[in-house]
């Protein structure tokens, strides 16, 4: 597999890993017990992980196209939930966590295309996730498309519910495209949203 793509999520309370690469694959890795190197016959078999010490993969093709960033991890009132952008689908999509397991098929995805792959920063966004706490209603994944220059908000519970968009009102939010650095990554800090661009700091907040 190759993760040089992508980097590790660390999950809280567990030994566990998950982490994504180019094939769009998903792996559940104990990162206390990684397995070491093993020859394997057919190693593009996705099915065959006996030889290793993989807890959970999720099949090529997960995430279309590959994991061009990190994976993000909510713990809900409902549950944990691990989401993950892919770069041909265009779609960020939830994965719910049980017992250390991720659901095979996605719980949600987003409805609006992240990045057309015809567009030159070809990368799918970072996601983020700010709640108050496990709070009910109050999970937001933040997404920057780095091909359009946007910023996007999802309903964390059910990502087919777009909160935001700074196209919304561009004259006043607007990233501009032109601007926009490749792999950027929203920070959510009391209450605000910190964007970086190559020649200024955004800030969003609530009016």
Excluded: M
Aim: charge should be negative.
């Amino acid at each position: 597999a190759d993760f040089g793509s992508g980097g590790p999520l660390l999950l809280p309370n567990t030994s566990e890993v998950i982490a994504g690469g180019k094939e769009g694959r998903i792996y559940v890795l104990n990162r206390n017990h990684l397995g070491g190197y093993q020859k394997v016959t057919d190693p593009c078999d996705h099915l065959n992980n006996t030889a290793d010490s993989v807890v959970q993969e999720l099949p090529t093709g997960t995430a279309s196209g590959g994991v061009w960033g990190s994976p993000a991890y909510w713990h809900s009132s409902k549950g944990d939930y691990v989401f993950v952008s892919g770069f041909s689908d265009y779609y960020v999509k939830a994965f719910s966590l049980n017992h250390g397991r991720l659901s095979d098929q996605p719980t949600s995805q987003s409805p609006v295309q992240e990045s057309p792959q015809q567009q030159e920063l070809a990368v799918s966004g970072n996601p983020v996730v700010s709640s108050n706490g496990t709070q009910a209603g109050t999970g937001i994944l933040w997404l920057i498309d780095t091909s359009q220059g946007v910023l996007r908000a999802y309903d964390a519970s059910n990502l087919a519910h777009q909160l935001y968009t700074s196209e919304e009102n561009g004259s006043r939010d607007s990233i501009g495209k032109k601007h926009t650095i490749k792999f950027s990554v929203p920070t959510v800090y009391n209450g605000k949203v910190f964007v970086g661009t190559d020649n200024s700091l955004l800030i969003y907040g609530l009016l």
